[in-house]
């Protein structure tokens, strides 16, 4: 069975620091991976996904993210962070091919953006 | 459009009591989800629907957890007796035919005292 580790519980950031937020995934087969973010009391938002194709993936808010095969990683990044970005930030693996569909997160890191 | 909807938002429960969670999927989406999440944690599969059929129970904790989708669209999820350890939030997501891309819903907070 797959599982994934996100390395930070919780990040504080001044506003324009840069971000990166580690997630690594076992399994041993291709997996199809995701971002999703929850803002305070809100549900959760898919922020970007990664299929096939060109390993860096951009998604909604100058987020981005890098599927390292290798490494199995899919670490998120933002250049310039803003206090709207204050939000706990799940990472999420499915297993490629027919017949998968559930997902499996980490335990999610809490990024606070101090102004 | 209209997104995911879950009700009530917020149920507290006695121990022992039998607890009803609504789904209101997207119009249209085929299959839905229900996943738990205790404090702290990521959100942890429970079960699958695709239209009416239960596809995959295999993440229920108990048998004291049952779900169920009878027309292919509202989904209850239904827990009996409860115990304090099944205070967690209770996400219900769905998709359209393609299971990778799913929509979450605010999700119940469940808190048995």
């Known amino acids: 069975a797959q599982s994934v580790s996100q390395h930070n519980h919780h990040v504080i950031l001044s506003e324009a620091a840069s971000l990166e937020l580690g997630c690594n995934y076992s399994y041993g087969g291709t997996v199809n991976l995701f971002w999703y973010v929850q803002y305070p009391g809100q549900h959760l938002q898919l922020l970007l996904k990664y299929f096939s194709g060109d390993p860096l993936v951009k998604g909604i808010k100058g987020f981005e993210a890098e599927f390292i095969k290798s490494k199995f990683s899919f670490n998120l990044r933002k250049p310039s962070v803003q206090w709207s970005d204050t939000a706990e930030y799940f990472c999420a693996v499915i297993p490629s091919g027919a017949g998968s569909y559930q997902l499996t997160f980490g335990k999610g890191t809490k990024l606070s953006v101090i102004p | 459009g209209a997104g995911v909807s879950q009700s009530p938002r917020y149920k507290v429960a006695k121990r022992g009591q039998d607890v009803a969670l609504r789904c209101d999927p997207i119009?249209?989406?085929?299959?839905l989800f229900w996943y738990q999440q205790a404090l702290g944690q990521g959100p942890e599969f429970l079960t699958y629907?695709?239209?009416?059929?239960?596809?995959?129970k295999s993440g229920l904790p108990s048998d004291r957890f049952f779900a169920e989708r009878p027309e292919g669209s509202v989904s209850t999820l239904k827990i009996q007796r409860t115990q304090q350890e099944d205070s967690a939030v209770y996400l219900c997501?769905?998709?359209?035919?393609?299971?990778?891309?799913?929509?979450f819903g605010p999700g119940t907070r469940l808190t048995v005292t």
């Open positions: 997501a769905s998709s359209s035919n393609r299971p990778y891309e799913q929509y």
């Open positions: 119009s249209g989406h085929v299959s």
């Open positions: 629907f695709q239209n009416e059929a239960q596809l995959d």
